[in-house]
C-alpha cells in the first residue's frame, strides 16, 4: 500500500502539467483537474482506513550531500492519511464549484491547473518524512497562491494582492529555510525521525525552531504577517477558498504539530508561539467584526482560527500531543471551504460581495441559506456542528496546560480563546443577520450606486475592485447554478454537520470538558444576544455603533498596509545607501590604487620612453664630434 502515499503526491502533480498542456480546452482541463482530485480523495480515503504505518517510504531515492543524510522519505500514519483525505475532498468541492464559477473566464484552464498543483504541495507537506521534501511542497504553495490570487491580472487590485502575498511570505521563508537548515544541521539529518531523535535542547534547536515558526507566521497569517491574507481576497472566491481552508495557511499547523516534541522541549519558541497566537486570535477576530466586505470578514476569521489550532500547540501538555491542533484544522477545512463557496454562490447571485450588496438577500434561497447557516454556527462553536467539537478540544487542552504548568503561554492562550469565542460568537451574528435580514430594495444599503463603484461610503473603505469586478460580470444573475456546484457547497455542509465522525477514529482529536464547554456556550449564547439588541433585531448594522475613526481603521487594517510599505521603503533606503557605501566609498579605495598606479605608470612609461631619445642625441652628437676630429686631423 505504500504506492497509495506516493501516488496521492504525484497525481495532482500530474494533474497539474497535463492541465498546463490542455488549458484552451476547457472540457479537457475540467476533466483532469476535477477528476484528478476525485482519484487522490479516493486515495486520500484508502490510505487513512488503512494506513500502512511508515516514515521511510522511498520517493525520488537520497541526495549525496556530503556528511548529511537526506533520504528524501514519506510517511504513512492514521493522522497524515485523515489530513489528505480531508484536502483532497475539499479541493474536490473547489473544483466542481469552480466550473461553474468561472465558465465565462477563459483562463480557466491555468487557473484549475494551479489549484492541482497548489494541492499537490500541501500534500507533498503532509505525506513528507523528510525536511528538504516539506520545504519544496512550502515552496510550491507559496508560488500557486501568486498566480491564483492575481489571476485577474488585468486588474491593479489583484496583481498588488498577489505581489504582497508573495513578497511577505517569501521574507518569512527566509525564517523557514534557516530553521529547517538548522534543524538538519542539529541531527545530521532532514530525515524527520533522526531530526526529532535528537536528545536535549540547545541553541540550535531554539533557532530552527523560532526559524521555522517565523516562515510559519507568513504563511499562517501570524502578526504581523497577517495583513497580505485579507488583500488575498482579490483572487477568485474558489482561491480564496483554497487558500484559507484546507492549503496554505493551515500548512504551518501541520508541520509544527510534526514537530510538536521539539517545541515540546523549548520554553522559548513555545512562548514566542504562544504570545503570536493569543495577539492573532483576539485581533484578527475584532476586525472581522467591523468588515463591510464578506469575503474580508473570512478572511479575518480565517487568521483567528488558524491562530486558535497554533495556540493548541503552544499550550498542550506534552501528553496530550498535538492532535487536538490539527483536529481543529479538519473542522475549519470543511466549515471556512463551504462559507467562502457559499459566499460566492450568494455573490454570482447578487452581484457582489459587499455585505451592503448581499443585505437580505439569502432569504428564500433553500440550499443556500440553511448551508450559510450552518457554515456561519459552526464557525460560531454552535453544538452539535464541528465546530463546537473542535474549538472546544482546544480550550481544554488549553486549560490541561494551565492545570498542568506547561507555562506563561498556556495562560495567554486560554484567556485569548475565551476573548475569541465570544468576538467569533459576535462578528457570525452580525452576518447572519444582515444577510438574512430585512431587504429593502429602495434603501441605499442594497443598492450599489456608480458612487459606490468608485469611491467610498460614509465610514467603510474604498470599494475594492473584486467587489466592482463581480458586480459588472456578465453572467451575474444569468446562469443559474449547476447541480455539481450546488452539490459541492450542500455536500460541505453535510460534512460540517457529520464531520465530527472522522475525528472519532483519531485518538486524542476530541476531548470535551464541561466547564469550558458550558463556559463557551454561554459566551456564544451573550454575544448573540449583545448583537441582536445592538442591531434592533437585524434592523441595524452592529458595526456602525463603533466610532467612526475605530470603523474606518479596523477596514484598512489599522495601517498595516501602510506599515508594510514603509517598512520596503526602509528596506529599499537602506540598500541604496549600502550601494553608495559600496561604490563610493568601500570601492574608493581599491579605485584610487588604481588611479595612482596608473599615474605611476604613465610617468614610468614616459622616463623610459625619455632615455633612448638622449641616447640617440648622444650617439649623433658623438658621431658627429669624431668625424669632425676625423676631418681637422686629415686637414
Given at each position: 500500500?505504500?504506492?497509495?502515499?506516493?501516488?496521492?503526491?504525484?497525481?495532482?502533480?500530474?494533474?497539474?502539467?497535463?492541465?498546463?498542456?490542455?488549458?484552451?480546452?476547457?472540457?479537457?482541463?475540467?476533466?483532469?483537474?476535477?477528476?484528478?482530485?476525485?482519484?487522490?480523495?479516493?486515495?486520500?480515503?484508502?490510505?487513512?482506513?488503512a494506513p500502512v504505518r511508515a516514515t521511510d517510504i522511498d520517493s525520488l531515492g537520497g541526495l549525496p550531500l556530503l556528511d548529511l543524510s537526506v533520504p528524501l522519505h514519506l510517511l504513512s500514519d492514521r493522522l497524515s492519511g485523515l489530513v489528505s483525505f480531508v484536502v483532497a475532498l475539499v479541493v474536490l468541492a473547489i473544483?466542481?464549484?469552480?466550473?461553474?464559477?468561472?465558465?465565462?473566464?477563459?483562463?480557466?484552464?491555468?487557473?484549475?491547473?494551479?489549484?492541482?498543483?497548489?494541492?499537490?504541495?500541501?500534500?507533498?507537506?503532509?505525506?513528507?518524512?523528510?525536511?528538504?521534501?516539506?520545504?519544496?511542497?512550502?515552496?510550491?504553495?507559496?508560488?500557486?497562491?501568486?498566480?491564483?490570487?492575481?489571476?485577474?491580472?488585468?486588474?491593479?487590485?489583484?496583481?498588488?494582492?498577489?505581489?504582497?502575498?508573495?513578497?511577505?511570505?517569501?521574507?518569512?521563508?527566509?525564517?523557514?529555510?534557516?530553521?529547517?537548515?538548522?534543524?538538519?544541521?542539529?541531527?545530521?539529518?532532514?530525515?524527520?525521525?533522526?531530526?526529532?531523535?535528537?536528545?536535549?535542547?540547545?541553541?540550535?534547536?531554539?533557532?530552527?525552531?523560532?526559524?521555522?515558526?517565523?516562515?510559519?507566521?507568513?504563511?499562517?497569517?501570524?502578526?504581523?504577517?497577517?495583513?497580505?491574507?485579507?488583500?488575498?481576497?482579490?483572487?477568485?472566491?474558489?482561491?480564496?477558498?483554497?487558500?484559507?481552508?484546507?492549503?496554505?495557511?493551515?500548512?504551518?499547523?501541520?508541520?509544527?504539530?510534526?514537530?510538536?516534541?521539539?517545541?515540546?522541549?523549548?520554553?522559548?519558541?513555545?512562548?514566542?508561539?504562544?504570545?503570536?497566537?493569543?495577539?492573532?486570535?483576539?485581533?484578527?477576530?475584532?476586525?472581522?467584526?467591523?468588515?463591510?466586505?464578506?469575503?474580508?470578514?473570512?478572511?479575518?476569521?480565517?487568521?483567528?482560527?488558524?491562530?486558535?489550532?497554533?495556540?493548541?500547540?503552544?499550550?498542550?501538555?506534552?501528553?496530550?500531543?498535538?492532535?487536538?491542533?490539527?483536529?481543529?484544522?479538519?473542522?475549519?477545512?470543511?466549515?471556512?471551504?463551504?462559507?467562502?463557496?457559499?459566499?460566492?454562490?450568494?455573490?454570482?447571485?447578487?452581484?457582489?460581495?459587499?455585505?451592503?450588496?448581499?443585505?437580505?438577500?439569502?432569504?428564500?434561497?433553500?440550499?443556500?441559506?440553511?448551508?450559510?447557516?450552518?457554515?456561519?454556527?459552526?464557525?460560531?462553536?454552535?453544538?452539535?456542528?464541528?465546530?463546537?467539537?473542535?474549538?472546544?478540544?482546544?480550550?481544554?487542552?488549553?486549560?490541561?496546560?494551565?492545570?498542568?504548568?506547561?507555562?506563561?503561554g498556556a495562560w495567554l492562550v486560554l484567556v485569548a480563546l475565551l476573548v475569541t469565542v465570544f468576538l467569533t460568537a459576535a462578528y457570525c451574528t452580525r452576518a447572519w443577520l444582515l444577510l438574512d435580514g430585512p431587504f429593502d430594495p429602495s434603501g441605499k444599503a442594497a443598492t450599489l450606486t456608480p458612487a459606490r463603484l468608485?469611491?467610498?461610503?460614509?465610514?467603510?473603505?474604498?470599494?475594492?475592485?473584486?467587489?466592482?469586478?463581480?458586480?459588472?460580470?456578465?453572467?451575474?444573475?444569468?446562469?443559474?447554478?449547476?447541480?455539481?456546484?450546488?452539490?459541492?457547497?450542500?455536500?460541505?455542509?453535510?460534512?460540517?454537520?457529520?464531520?465530527?465522525?472522522?475525528?472519532?477514529?483519531?485518538?486524542?482529536?476530541?476531548?470535551?470538558?464541561?466547564?469550558?464547554?458550558?463556559?463557551?456556550?454561554?459566551?456564544?449564547?451573550?454575544?448573540?444576544?449583545?448583537?441582536?439588541?445592538?442591531?434592533?433585531?437585524?434592523?441595524?448594522?452592529?458595526?456602525?455603533?463603533?466610532?467612526?475613526?475605530?470603523?474606518?481603521?479596523?477596514?484598512?487594517?489599522?495601517?498595516?498596509?501602510?506599515?508594510?510599505?514603509?517598512?520596503?521603503?526602509?528596506?529599499?533606503?537602506?540598500?541604496?545607501?549600502?550601494?553608495?557605501?559600496?561604490?563610493?566609498?568601500?570601492?574608493?579605495?581599491?579605485?584610487?590604487?588604481?588611479?595612482?598606479?596608473?599615474?605611476?605608470?604613465?610617468?614610468?612609461?614616459?622616463?623610459?620612453?625619455?632615455?633612448?631619445?638622449?641616447?640617440?642625441?648622444?650617439?649623433?652628437?658623438?658621431?658627429?664630434?669624431?668625424?669632425?676630429?676625423?676631418?681637422?686631423?686629415?686637414?
Amino acid at each position: 500500500m505504500t504506492w497509495v502515499v506516493r501516488l496521492i503526491v504525484l497525481v495532482p502533480a500530474v494533474a497539474g502539467l497535463l492541465g498546463l498542456l490542455a488549458r484552451r480546452q476547457r472540457v479537457v482541463a475540467s476533466g483532469i483537474a476535477v477528476g484528478a482530485a476525485a482519484v487522490v480523495t479516493v486515495l486520500g480515503l484508502l490510505q487513512w482506513i488503512a494506513p500502512v504505518r511508515a516514515t521511510d517510504i522511498d520517493s525520488l531515492g537520497g541526495l549525496p550531500l556530503l556528511d548529511l543524510s537526506v533520504p528524501l522519505h514519506l510517511l504513512s500514519d492514521r493522522l497524515s492519511g485523515l489530513v489528505s483525505f480531508v484536502v483532497a475532498l475539499v479541493v474536490l468541492a473547489i473544483q466542481v464549484f469552480t466550473v461553474w464559477y468561472l465558465r465565462d473566464d477563459k483562463r480557466y484552464g491555468q487557473f484549475a491547473a494551479t489549484v492541482s498543483l497548489f494541492a499537490g504541495g500541501m500534500l507533498l507537506v503532509v505525506q513528507s518524512a523528510d525536511l528538504a521534501l516539506t520545504l519544496v511542497g512550502w515552496e510550491i504553495m507559496g508560488w500557486c497562491s501568486w498566480l491564483l490570487i492575481g489571476h485577474d491580472t488585468e486588474r491593479y487590485a489583484a496583481r498588488r494582492a498577489a505581489y504582497k502575498a508573495f513578497i511577505v511570505t517569501r521574507v518569512a521563508d527566509v525564517g523557514m529555510v534557516v530553521g529547517l537548515v538548522a534543524l538538519a544541521v542539529r541531527a545530521r539529518s532532514t530525515d524527520l525521525l533522526d531530526v526529532l531523535t535528537v536528545p536535549g535542547s540547545d541553541g540550535l534547536l531554539t533557532v530552527g525552531l523560532v526559524g521555522v515558526l517565523i516562515g510559519v507566521a507568513g504563511k499562517s497569517g501570524l502578526f504581523p504577517f497577517h495583513d497580505w491574507l485579507p488583500d488575498a481576497m482579490e483572487g477568485p472566491t474558489p482561491a480564496s477558498a483554497l487558500i484559507h481552508a484546507a492549503t496554505m495557511v493551515a500548512a504551518g499547523t501541520y508541520v509544527i504539530a510534526r514537530l510538536f516534541s521539539l517545541y515540546a522541549v523549548d520554553d522559548g519558541a513555545r512562548l514566542l508561539l504562544a504570545v503570536l497566537a493569543a495577539i492573532t486570535m483576539v485581533y484578527a477576530a475584532g476586525l472581522a467584526l467591523a468588515q463591510s466586505d464578506v469575503k474580508r470578514l473570512l478572511a479575518y476569521s480565517t487568521l483567528s482560527q488558524v491562530a486558535i489550532m497554533l495556540g493548541a500547540l503552544a499550550a498542550a501538555p506534552a501528553g496530550v500531543g498535538p492532535v487536538p491542533g490539527v483536529s481543529h484544522l479538519i473542522g475549519h477545512a470543511f466549515f471556512k471551504a463551504l462559507l467562502f463557496l457559499a459566499a460566492g454562490w450568494l455573490g454570482v447571485l447578487v452581484g457582489g460581495t459587499a455585505l451592503a450588496r448581499m443585505r437580505g438577500r439569502l432569504r428564500l434561497r433553500g440550499a443556500l441559506r440553511w448551508s450559510m447557516a450552518i457554515g456561519l454556527a459552526a464557525l460560531a462553536g454552535v453544538p452539535p456542528l464541528i465546530g463546537f467539537f473542535t474549538k472546544e478540544t482546544v480550550i481544554d487542552t488549553a486549560l490541561e496546560g494551565v492545570a498542568q504548568d506547561v507555562g506563561l503561554g498556556a495562560w495567554l492562550v486560554l484567556v485569548a480563546l475565551l476573548v475569541t469565542v465570544f468576538l467569533t460568537a459576535a462578528y457570525c451574528t452580525r452576518a447572519w443577520l444582515l444577510l438574512d435580514g430585512p431587504f429593502d430594495p429602495s434603501g441605499k444599503a442594497a443598492t450599489l450606486t456608480p458612487a459606490r463603484l468608485t469611491g467610498t461610503v460614509s465610514d467603510a473603505r474604498p470599494v475594492s475592485d473584486h467587489e466592482v469586478s463581480e458586480a459588472h460580470e456578465g453572467h451575474v444573475g444569468q446562469a443559474p447554478i449547476t447541480l455539481p456546484a450546488a452539490l459541492a457547497v450542500t455536500g460541505l455542509a453535510v460534512l460540517t454537520v457529520i464531520g465530527t465522525l472522522f475525528l472519532a477514529t483519531v485518538n486524542g482529536a476530541l476531548h470535551l470538558g464541561w466547564i469550558t464547554a458550558v463556559l463557551s456556550i454561554l459566551l456564544i449564547a451573550g454575544a448573540v444576544f449583545e448583537v441582536w439588541v445592538l442591531s434592533r433585531g437585524g434592523h441595524d448594522d452592529v458595526a456602525d455603533r463603533l466610532p467612526a475613526g475605530v470603523r474606518a481603521g479596523a477596514e484598512r487594517g489599522f495601517g498595516a498596509d501602510t506599515a508594510y510599505a514603509r517598512v520596503g521603503m526602509a528596506v529599499t533606503a537602506l540598500a541604496r545607501l549600502v550601494v553608495f557605501l559600496d561604490h563610493d566609498v568601500v570601492d574608493a579605495y581599491p579605485r584610487a590604487t588604481v588611479v595612482a598606479t596608473r599615474g605611476l605608470g604613465r610617468l614610468g612609461e614616459r622616463t623610459h620612453r625619455a632615455i633612448p631619445s638622449l641616447a640617440i642625441v648622444g650617439l649623433v652628437v658623438g658621431a658627429g664630434m669624431v668625424v669632425a676630429v676625423g676631418v681637422a686631423a686629415w686637414l
